[in-house]
């Protein structure tokens, strides 16, 4: 069985681009009550696989009941080139607090290079540049981490986008219940099953490193502890 902390090959650098001082007034404090979600634009990231990780980042920050994505419609500029400073003006106008912009490319090895940007309107100034090179497949992943990213600079509170949830999953008749082992994305995207549903299988926990899945089972109908890797 793979590890449930298997590294996808994923590599994560600072962009040597211009990067304004951290002295934004951006910010969302998550222990107030009645929070008014922030307004962000978030355009579709140029690029191969650009736009699908640009709706998860959506998806995900919009989740949170923290951040409220703008509809793209209505968005006046097409971001052309993430190296160079948007019109902060024309984001103002639709009320956009932050502006998030990307692009993904394939580079000569077949490995997906997506790089973000996260800008803060009002205060016309960069709070975040920086890349990551990974598997094609695993844009998904880039797009949860992007949303952490964002999230964590935000609010100054630690993303939980780019996590796995370990669940048991049941199936086929009431008298017949076959209970399997599986886990999924946060989100609920790629589940894949960890045992076969031979045995019953309950209280799966990660062990507190993350790399190991404990569980009880029940074999012959006897309990016995075991672990996953």
Same mark, same amino acid.
């Given at each position: 069985? @793979?590890?449930?902390?298997?590294?996808?090959?994923?590599?994560?650098?600072?962009?040597?681009?211009?990067?304004?001082?951290?002295?934004?007034?951006?910010?969302?404090?998550?222990?107030?009550?009645?929070?008014?979600?922030?307004?962000? %634009?978030?355009?579709?990231?140029?690029?191969?696989?650009?736009?699908?990780?640009?709706?998860?980042?959506?998806?995900?920050?919009? @989740?949170?009941?923290?951040?409220?994505?703008?509809?793209?419609?209505?968005?006046?500029?097409?971001? %052309?080139?993430?190296?160079?400073?948007?019109?902060?003006?024309?984001?103002?106008?639709?009320?956009?607090?932050?502006?998030?912009?990307?692009?993904?490319?394939?580079?000569?090895?077949? /490995?997906?290079?997506?790089?973000?940007?996260?800008?803060?309107?009002?205060?016309?100034?960069?709070?975040?540049?920086?890349?990551?090179?990974?598997?094609?497949?695993?844009?998904?992943?880039?797009?949860?981490?992007?949303?952490?990213?964002?999230?964590? /600079?935000?609010?100054?509170?630690?993303?939980?986008?780019?996590?796995?949830?370990?669940?048991?999953?049941?199936?086929?008749?009431?008298?017949?219940?076959?209970?399997?082992?599986?886990?999924?994305?946060?989100?609920?995207?790629?589940?894949?099953?960890?045992?076969?549903?031979?045995?019953?299988?309950?209280?799966?926990?990660?062990?507190?490193?993350?790399?190991?899945?404990?569980?009880?089972?029940?074999?012959?109908?006897?309990?016995?502890? /075991?672990?996953?890797?």
């Amino acid at each position: 069985m @793979r590890s449930v902390a298997k590294i996808l090959g994923l590599i994560v650098a600072l962009t040597g681009m211009w990067i304004a001082p951290a002295l934004a007034a951006l910010q969302v404090d998550v222990n107030q009550g009645n929070i008014q979600p922030m307004p962000i %634009a978030i355009p579709d990231f140029n690029g191969q696989s650009g736009q699908n990780i640009a709706s998860v980042v959506r998806a995900d920050l919009e @989740r949170s009941g923290l951040f409220k994505p703008l509809d793209p419609k209505s968005f006046l500029d097409k971001i %052309a080139n993430i190296n160079v400073p948007p019109n902060f003006a024309n984001w103002r106008v639709i009320n956009a607090q932050a502006l998030v912009t990307g692009e993904a490319t394939t580079q000569p090895d077949g /490995r997906l290079r997506v790089a973000f940007r996260l800008w803060d309107v009002f205060g016309e100034s960069q709070m975040i540049g920086k890349e990551y090179t990974t598997a094609p497949e695993s844009w998904r992943r880039v797009a949860h981490i992007i949303s952490d990213e964002i999230y964590q /600079r935000i609010t100054g509170e630690k993303g939980y986008f780019d996590t796995r949830i370990v669940y048991i999953s049941e199936s086929g008749p009431l008298i017949n219940r076959k209970k399997r082992l599986a886990i999924m994305d946060e989100d609920g995207f790629n589940p894949s099953y960890l045992t076969d549903g031979a045995y019953m299988v309950l209280t799966p926990r990660f062990n507190p490193t993350a790399q190991m899945i404990a569980y009880m089972s029940y074999i012959a109908g006897k309990p016995r502890g /075991r672990g996953l890797h």
